[in-house]
């Protein structure tokens, strides 16, 4: 894998998480691959632009956020990759008003379609603090 490879998947993943915290759902799926998908804890996998919609939809009616990202590692070849990410941050809670501090692991895969890095795949679930 090239460094440039490198330098573009972790540019997509920091575009990411600028976009989700924006709260810019069209902008946040043209980031992602046509079959990408979200696995949510506690949701059904979402899959496909239609229902990452919906997610999307779903996580900003109750809360807004702002994560920032660690990337851990990036292992990738000519037109997959993996990340391993951490995302801190915190979620304001919109009938209340109460803003929760989040410390996120994340895996991302991503796949190389017409020469451009998309998301294809991302799970993520809350750290253990301490």
């Known amino acids: 894998m090239s460094s440039d490879s490198t330098a573009l998947i972790g540019a997509l993943i920091e575009k990411y998480h600028d976009r989700f915290s924006a709260g810019d759902i069209e902008s946040v799926l043209n980031l992602w691959d046509d079959e990408g998908s979200v696995f949510e804890p506690g949701n059904a996998t979402a899959k496909g632009k239609a229902q990452l919609r919906a997610a999307y939809k779903r996580g900003y009616a109750g809360a807004e956020y702002y994560f920032a990202s660690k990337i851990e590692e990036i292992v990738a ?54």
Do not use: C, N
């Open 77 to 130: 070849s000519d037109e997959l990759g993996s990340v391993l990410a951490t995302a801190t941050g915190r979620v304001t809670v919109k009938a209340t008003g109460d803003v929760v501090p989040v410390t996120a692991r994340q895996i991302f895969t991503v796949r190389r379609t017409t020469g451009e890095w998309r998301l294809l795949h991302y799970m993520f679930q809350e750290a253990p603090s301490g």
